[in-house]
């Protein structure tokens, strides 16, 4: 049972390079309870791991991950894929989070966005309801990041892992892992929540719904149920396109687009569309072609609904936290921006348990998380250690 555990990472060596080679895996249950007391039959979530397990199941670091991204943490597939996981600059064999040391697991979301990714494995809208035979569409009940938490949870405990050495995810990840050391405060000994924060405010809230709207608008979308025609590719393309001009920061986004000045059909259509809005799209309508439309709108939901301890008083639940804490939002970040993390923080501190706090520097704005993380391996690896 024990070597089964030992899970599917494997060290290649090529010349001086090291690749860390990992395989998908499947966790499944017969149902699944949400929080608002609905039933989801048959539930399915892929996950991966690097690194291998101690006797005792207690190196284990879970990593929970952003809003568009999948359990793809480190690593690769094969030795031939292009790009490895996001956070491959700091997981791995003498990494900050060293897999010599550490077993660090992560797994897909519930309504993962890229439901059409081969790599990636969810049950949301897009699955086929096995008491209909047709997808959910929108009689997929609407879930929470503390649902994600308790899917999670069911993992591990299918794994015999009772304890976490810690939780660590960027964004809407952090959300999860704070929700963990909520939840299941024991079995958190540290926290590292990066470029998020213990609750969202209703100023973020709503710049979410700007990610719904182009979809809810698109008459493609037909109300969910439009698995029979395809996706609302419009509306989709346009949501994913807001998305990554808000995880930008200027500094980031400007040297990358056409400037609007230089632009000569501009001067001369009204109707012209600006080259770097086409540019975006560009980019959005590939991400469209393996992410689904409603699994968008219900990460939006879930996103808009976060607060620690999914009560009334996130500041209440905060208090129960005793993992060491490490906060690390980025300088620059426009999307969630330092200053709720320092809030959080904040509350952290009056109930007892300071947290440390650092920032992430880079001009990339809340996707210094992702793609600057390197900047900050030193902090994490001592806060590790």
Known sequence: MFIKLILLCCVIVSGAAQAMLVQKQRFTLDNFSTENGQTIAQVAVGWEAYGTLNADKSNVILITHYFSGSSHAAGKYHTD???????????????????????????????????????????????????????????????????FVELQKALLDSLGISKLYAVI?????????????????????????????????????????????????????????????????QGLSTALAYITQDALHPDGFNP????????????????????????????????????????????????????????DNWQQALSRVKAKTLFLPASGDLLLPPALSQHSATVMTAAGNAPQYAEIPGSWGHLDGVVGISAVAQQIEAFLN
Do not use: C
């Open 81 to 147: 894929d292009t790009a490895p996981g996001y956070w491959d600059a700091i997981i791995g064999p003498g990494k900050a989070i060293d897999t010599n040391k550490f077993y660090v697991l992560s797994s897909d979301t519930l309504v993962n966005a890229n439901a059409f990714d081969k790599n990636v494995i969810t049950t949301g809208p897009a699955t086929v309801n096995p008491a209909t035979g047709k997808p959910y569409g929108l009689s997929f009940p609407v879930v929470t990041i503390g649902d």
């Open 256 to 311: 990358r687009y056409s400037a609007m000045s230089t632009d000569n059909s501009l001067h001369h259509s009204i109707t012209a569309l600006p080259q770097a809005w086409q540019q975006l799209l560009q980019h959005a309508q590939t991400r469209a072609t393996y992410q689904d439309a409603n699994h968008i709108l219900y990460l939006v939901r879930a996103s808009q609904l976060w607060r620690a301890g999914m009560g």
């Open 169 to 233: 995810g960027p964004s809407m990840g952090s959300f999860q892992a704070i929700e963990w050391a909520v939840r299941y405060p024991d079995a958190v000994q540290r926290l590292i929540p990066v470029i998020g924060s213990a609750y969202i405010d209703t100023y973020s809230a709503v710049k979410l719904q700007r990610w719904a709207y182009p979809i809810l608008q698109d008459p493609a979308w037909h109300n969910g149920n439009y698995y029979n025609k395809g996706q609302p590719l």
